[in-house]
């Protein structure tokens, strides 16, 4: 563990809630230095004059209109309950 310290692999294995067996930690280092290595070697990398990609696809979502329809009548509605009184809803006393 060269670049992982037994202190570091604590505190990871801490914040991430996984725990790493003692006969395990050897192993658990040498794949986090790996995955170090391999984000420095990214770093490496001249991004000069690359754009932002925010999705893969050329596309663009087309946004619909907000309209407001008024297609839904009170005596429609009403007319799908059996218990109506006075143009509302009538449902049992809940409050006693």
Do not use: C, R
Not at 63 to 92: C, H
Request: net charge negative.
């Amino acid at each position: 563990m060269s670049k992982i310290s037994q202190k570091d692999l604590t505190k990871i294995s801490k914040l991430s809630q996984i725990e790493i067996l003692p006969e395990e930690e050897g192993m658990v280092a040498q794949d986090l230095e790996k995955i170090i290595n391999w984000v420095e070697v990214l770093q490496e990398v001249n991004t000069d004059g690359v754009d932002f990609l925010g999705n893969v696809h050329e596309s663009t979502l087309v946004l619909a209109k907000d309209e407001i329809i008024m297609d839904n009548s009170k005596k429609d509605i009403l007319q799908n309950s059996s218990n109506v009184k006075y143009d509302y809803f009538t449902v049992p006393k809940v409050i006693g």
